[in-house]
């Protein structure tokens, strides 16, 4: 399984922005896709996840400020996206993909999110 994430950038505190990460390879029918993100010096956080059947979990400190959402179009359906508003300094991190299926896991390449204050 292949990652693409993209739509990271630079953004002013209250601003808006949206990733997205296809998928692409051998994709399972009972897949788990999420949002995880990374800052200088902490561990890698969850973010956001999203079952086959666009069941979702966040991490409790968005305070319902990120989406994460699936295309159900046939042509686009493993593609996933996080929409993240009211962004604050404290977004700024390197946000990675995940895929995972029955124990294994695969991670995109990373894209670099960055709030100004």
């Known amino acids: 399984v292949q990652l693409q994430a993209s739509g990271g950038g630079l953004v002013q505190a209250g601003g808006s922005l949206r990733l997205s990460c296809a998928a692409s390879g051998t994709i399972s029918s009972s897949n788990v896709m999420s949002w995880y993100r990374q800052a200088p010096g902490t561990q890698r956080e969850l973010v956001a996840a999203i079952s086959r059947d666009s069941s979702t979990k966040y991490a409790d400190s968005l305070e319902g400020r990120f989406t994460i959402s699936r295309d159900l179009r046939d042509n686009v359906k493993n593609t996933v996206y996080l929409q993240m508003n009211s962004l604050k300094p404290e977004d700024t991190a390197v946000y990675y993909c995940?895929?995972?299926?029955?124990?294994?896991?695969?991670w995109g390449q990373g894209t670099q999110v960055t709030v100004s204050s």
């Open positions: 995940n895929y995972w299926h029955d124990g294994t896991t695969y």
